[in-house]
Protein backbone atom coordinates (compact mmCIF):
# COMPACT_ATOMS: atom_id res chain seq x y z
CA UNK A 1 0.00 0.00 0.00
CA UNK A 2 1.37 3.17 -1.21
CA UNK A 3 2.02 6.11 1.61
CA UNK A 4 -0.08 8.54 2.31
CA UNK A 5 2.28 11.38 0.89
CA UNK A 6 2.78 9.11 -2.60
CA UNK A 7 -1.35 8.91 -2.63
CA UNK A 8 -1.14 12.80 -2.12
CA UNK A 9 1.71 13.50 -5.68
CA UNK A 10 -0.92 10.91 -7.56
CA UNK A 11 -3.68 12.97 -6.69
CA UNK A 12 -1.84 16.41 -7.42
CA UNK A 13 -0.12 14.55 -10.55
CA UNK A 14 -3.87 13.16 -11.74
CA UNK A 15 -5.58 16.64 -11.25
CA UNK A 16 -2.70 18.44 -12.94
CA UNK A 17 -2.89 15.96 -16.12
CA UNK A 18 -6.40 15.69 -16.56
CA UNK A 19 -6.65 19.95 -16.43
CA UNK A 20 -4.48 20.00 -19.14
CA UNK A 21 -6.13 17.44 -21.18
CA UNK A 22 -9.58 19.70 -20.79
CA UNK A 23 -7.63 22.28 -22.20
CA UNK A 24 -5.58 20.36 -25.29
CA UNK A 25 -8.61 18.53 -25.84
CA UNK A 26 -10.58 21.74 -26.41
CA UNK A 27 -13.67 20.36 -28.27
CA UNK A 28 -16.09 21.35 -25.11
CA UNK A 29 -19.45 22.91 -26.17
CA UNK A 30 -19.06 26.83 -26.10
CA UNK A 31 -19.69 28.80 -22.68
CA UNK A 32 -19.13 25.79 -20.52
CA UNK A 33 -15.80 25.88 -18.35
CA UNK A 34 -14.49 23.29 -16.64
CA UNK A 35 -12.63 22.75 -13.68
CA UNK A 36 -11.16 19.95 -11.21
CA UNK A 37 -11.98 20.61 -8.17
CA UNK A 38 -10.88 17.13 -6.03
CA UNK A 39 -8.91 13.80 -6.97
CA UNK A 40 -9.18 10.94 -4.43
CA UNK A 41 -7.06 7.85 -5.11
CA UNK A 42 -8.18 4.35 -3.63
CA UNK A 43 -5.59 3.23 -1.44
CA UNK A 44 -5.28 0.39 -4.06
CA UNK A 45 -4.38 2.81 -6.71
CA UNK A 46 -7.50 1.04 -8.60
CA UNK A 47 -9.78 3.71 -8.89
CA UNK A 48 -9.29 7.44 -8.57
CA UNK A 49 -12.51 9.22 -7.79
CA UNK A 50 -12.16 12.72 -9.63
CA UNK A 51 -14.40 15.55 -8.67
CA UNK A 52 -15.04 18.52 -11.42
CA UNK A 53 -16.95 21.53 -11.30
CA UNK A 54 -18.81 23.21 -14.58
CA UNK A 55 -20.06 26.68 -15.20
CA UNK A 56 -22.86 27.14 -15.74
CA UNK A 57 -24.11 24.86 -13.92
CA UNK A 58 -26.55 23.52 -17.07
CA UNK A 59 -24.10 22.26 -19.10
CA UNK A 60 -23.10 20.07 -16.30
CA UNK A 61 -24.35 16.82 -18.11
CA UNK A 62 -22.77 17.58 -21.72
CA UNK A 63 -19.58 18.51 -19.21
CA UNK A 64 -19.83 14.78 -17.85
CA UNK A 65 -20.07 13.30 -21.36
CA UNK A 66 -17.26 14.98 -23.26
CA UNK A 67 -15.07 13.98 -19.75
CA UNK A 68 -16.68 10.14 -20.52
CA UNK A 69 -16.59 10.83 -24.29
CA UNK A 70 -12.62 11.05 -24.24
CA UNK A 71 -12.11 8.79 -21.11
CA UNK A 72 -9.32 6.91 -23.02
CA UNK A 73 -7.50 9.84 -24.33
CA UNK A 74 -7.12 11.06 -20.34
CA UNK A 75 -6.73 7.64 -19.10
CA UNK A 76 -3.57 7.32 -21.33
CA UNK A 77 -2.25 10.57 -20.50
CA UNK A 78 -2.21 9.80 -17.00
CA UNK A 79 -0.77 6.47 -17.56
CA UNK A 80 2.34 8.40 -19.43
CA UNK A 81 2.89 10.87 -16.70
CA UNK A 82 2.73 8.69 -13.48
CA UNK A 83 5.15 5.86 -15.11
CA UNK A 84 3.63 3.34 -12.73
CA UNK A 85 2.99 -0.60 -12.95
CA UNK A 86 -0.44 0.13 -12.14
CA UNK A 87 -2.45 3.22 -12.67
CA UNK A 88 -5.86 4.02 -11.26
CA UNK A 89 -9.12 3.90 -13.25
CA UNK A 90 -10.83 7.23 -13.20
CA UNK A 91 -14.44 7.61 -12.13
CA UNK A 92 -15.76 11.74 -12.72
CA UNK A 93 -18.24 12.87 -10.61
CA UNK A 94 -20.38 16.61 -10.36
CA UNK A 95 -18.56 18.63 -7.70
CA UNK A 96 -22.11 19.83 -6.56
CA UNK A 97 -20.30 22.28 -2.95
CA UNK A 98 -20.69 25.98 -5.77
CA UNK A 99 -24.34 25.32 -7.16
CA UNK A 100 -25.48 24.14 -3.89
CA UNK A 101 -23.87 27.09 -1.93
CA UNK A 102 -25.49 29.17 -4.69
CA UNK A 103 -29.06 27.86 -4.04
CA UNK A 104 -28.93 27.96 0.13
CA UNK A 105 -27.37 31.63 -0.67
CA UNK A 106 -30.51 32.45 -2.95
CA UNK A 107 -33.01 31.00 -0.29
CA UNK A 108 -31.11 32.93 2.10
CA UNK A 109 -32.04 35.96 0.64
CA UNK A 110 -36.01 34.80 -0.25
Do not use: C, Y
Not at 10 to 39: C, Q
Not at 48 to 57: C, G, M, N, Y
Not at 99 to 107: K, T
Amino acid sequence: MPSDRRLERINEAINRVIGEAILELGNLPPAIFISVSGVKVAPSLEWATVKISVFPDEGSAMALDFLKRNRVIIQSKINDALHARRTPKINFVLDRTIADAEALRHEAEL
